[in-house]
């Protein structure tokens, strides 16, 4: 699987998308928004909670592009 890597608010964060925080790397599953202006970011072993302006790096999957034969 390719990734494309880029770098998003905390709150922009999508499912799918993986990212670093506190030396472990994270899969997020879906963000949502938790009070005063925190992120909270679902993953399959816990929650992840951020300011939701925080500047994260992800590596977000790249779908594969259908390709069509041509004859």
């Keep these: 699987?390719?990734?494309?890597?880029?770098?998003?608010d905390a709150i922009d964060i999508r499912g799918g998308d993986r990212f670093t925080h506190h030396g472990r790397e994270w899969?997020?599953?879906?963000?949502?928004?938790?009070?005063?202006?925190?992120?909270?970011?679902?993953?399959?072993?816990?929650?992840?909670w951020m300011t939701a302006d925080r500047q994260v790096e992800v590596r977000r999957p790249?779908?594969?592009?259908?390709?069509?034969?041509?004859?």
């Design 1 to 8: 699987m390719d990734f494309n890597t880029l770098t998003v």
């Design 27 to 48: 899969t997020a599953l879906y963000v949502q928004r938790g009070w005063y202006r925190c992120a909270e970011i679902v993953t399959s072993t816990g929650t992840v």
């Design 62 to 71: 790249v779908k594969p592009v259908a390709r069509r034969e041509i004859r």
